[in-house]
């Protein structure tokens, strides 16, 4: 049966139904909603720019008038994004729906802002002045990302940067068995391990925070045509740039087509896939280490491990992360890929997935969120990791061939490769081996009361130093 009214349990994306809660803060910003305010910020401010250029058909609006129309920007709210919607009904073009709301038309019936504004009235035709779509829409969605980036993408990419980094010193020297290629292989540190995936993320944070910004005003195809038309002797281009830059907080591209290119939404999009895939790789490691027992999960009264067997704790939360985060990097990709292709001076298909960007960046929030909540349950297991560092003692072969290298003794590698492989090792054999060396006493000393908890190198120091 159809459904009348849209709630979250009939929402078609999770995002807007089961999941709406986590990813609030996006759906001011990055919403249809979020994109009429920031088109109603850039006709603003185009407008009160034009009145400071100096033209003598526009003399600069009074302060009233301006802090009447950033007044408007403020307060925009639903109930005014639902009045350009029923606009665009009419004029089935959701740009010049904000233009008639802002201006008013009498044609369609429409009383605009600047309804009883009379120095605003007059200067109405200036809205939207010399301007193609693209002009608001570019600037627009560079203002929502921007909006989504500082608000809400960097806080939650740091607030998983700090717990990793409070566990990782908390851990720093908490011997754990490494394994590369799934075996035994020389010790580390839980602390260590994490502080990697610190320096990674720290690195690919930078990377998103980097990216600049672009917007464009410049036309219909980038050239100025209708501005220069209108006058000739105007600067345009150093017009736009201070718009862009000074009046809207963004960086200026003076070459483009009716669009940006989209260039820096690719870098920015790619930019936090490289974040998702760090994160896809701790969360299934995690996932790893809570199967190892290594990690245990702190029990919250009243959740299900599963429908039917009572004892179990699934690792859902960072299940749940790994899974988003494939999601929001597969979105990523295709904006990253799409974007910047554009059929001669513009096509339309950009129009429809930067819809999308919302979506994508909802589900990058989304395995945020699910990764701080597995990190807030997880409890170290001493007991489990040190147990396997003692079943592990030929993993001290690295060791001991080492400084038999140092010091000369014939082929200490094929020496230990016939002694430990295809055999358990236990702390007797291996210091057994050690006594019959022919070492300096200082080295056999320090090799005999080594053992597999020990041998970390440098691991916690690297860790407490992120």
Not at 117 to 141: K, M, Q, R, W, Y
Request: aromatic share 8%.
């Amino acid at each position: 049966m159809p459904f009348s009214t849209p709630t979250p349990l009939t929402a078609l994306s999770p995002l807007d139904g089961r999941y709406a809660g986590k990813v609030a803060t996006l759906r001011p910003l990055m919403s249809e909603f979020g994109l009429m305010h920031r088109r109603v910020q850039v006709e603003v401010e185009w407008f009160i720019a034009l009145s400071d250029a100096g033209f003598a058909e526009f003399a600069p609006l009074s302060e009233a008038s301006r802090g009447y129309l950033r007044g408007v920007v403020t307060r925009f709210g639903e109930a005014d994004a639902q009045a350009i919607k029923d606009i665009e009904r009419t004029t089935n073009h959701d740009v010049k729906a904000v233009e008639y709301w802002l201006k008013g038309n009498a044609k369609l019936g429409v009383k605009g802002v600047f309804d009883g504004h009379p120095e605003l009235i007059a200067a109405g035709e200036f809205v939207h002045f010399a301007c193609t779509s693209e002009d608001i829409n570019n600037t627009s969605h560079a203002l929502m990302l921007k909006a989504a980036r500082e608000q809400v993408l960097l806080p939650a990419l740091d607030k998983v940067i700090d717990k990793l980094r409070a566990m990782a010193h908390a851990q720093a020297g908490q011997p754990m068995l490494s394994r590369t290629h799934g075996q035994t292989a020389s010790p580390t540190t839980v602390g260590k391990e994490i502080a990697n995936v610190v320096a990674r993320l720290a690195a690919a944070r930078a990377r998103i925070a980097d990216v600049k910004l672009l917007g464009k005003m410049n036309g219909a195809v980038g050239n100025y045509n209708a501005h220069l038309a209108a006058w000739p002797a105007h600067d345009w281009e150093g017009f736009a740039r201070t718009v862009v830059e000074e009046r809207l907080g963004l960086s200026f591209n003076p070459y483009t087509i009716q669009i940006e290119p989209h260039d820096y939404m690719a870098e920015l999009f790619d930019a936090v896939t490289r974040a998702d895939t760090i994160l896809i790789d701790f969360s299934r490691d995690v996932w790893g280490y809570i199967s190892l027992g290594y990690f245990k999960q702190r029990l919250k009264d009243g959740e299900v491990g599963s429908s039917t067997m009572p004892h179990k704790v699934n690792p859902i939360d960072f299940e749940n992360a790994e899974g988003n985060f494939g999601l929001a990097s597969a979105l990523l990709t295709h904006l990253s890929q799409k974007l910047p292709i554009s059929r001669w001076q513009r096509d339309l298909t950009d129009s429809t997935v930067l819809r999308n960007m919302g979506v994508a960046l909802g589900y990058a929030v989304l395995g945020l969120d699910a990764l701080a909540r597995g990190l807030d349950k997880l409890e170290i297991n001493p007991a489990a990791l040190a147990a396997d560092l003692d079943s592990a003692w030929e993993v001290l072969g690295e060791a001991i061939q080492t400084v038999m290298r140092r010091h000369g003794l014939p082929e200490p590698y094929e020496q230990l490769k016939a002694f430990t492989r295809g055999q358990p090792m236990t702390a007797e054999l291996m210091r057994g081996f050690v006594a019959g060396l022919a070492l300096p006493e200082a080295d056999k000393a320090r090799l005999l009361a080594m053992t597999p908890a020990s041998y970390t190198g440098a691991a916690e120091a690297l860790a407490r130093r992120i």
